[in-house]
């Protein structure tokens, strides 16, 4: 909880009383809502990355050249071995 106090030049400061809030800035999940640290890559609460960056790149982010590649090689490879 936090308790406000006056202080010497009439503005309200908030004083930490039971030491849960540490300083870091909050932010919400775009997910599910949850409050995650502002420098954290994932939320806890749903385990989302928060961007795009930070997520893992898929095993299906491949260029289409890769795939047809591996696709003509794999025909000729067939075609050497029943000729």
């Known amino acids: 909880m ?12 908030a004083e930490d009383v039971d030491g849960d809030d540490d300083g870091e800035s909050t932010i919400p999940c775009p997910y599910c809502g949850c409050e995650v640290h502002a420098d954290s890559p994932r939320c806890p609460s749903c385990e989302n990355y928060l961007s795009l960056e930070d997520a ?7 260029p289409w050249w890769v ?7 794999l025909l000729v490879f067939l075609s050497w071995l029943f000729l």
């Open 56 to 62: 893992p790149p898929k095993p299906t982010d491949k």
């Open 2 to 13: 936090a308790r406000q106090t006056w202080d010497e030049e009439d503005d309200w400061d």
């Open 67 to 73: 795939l047809l590649g591996a696709g003509l090689g």
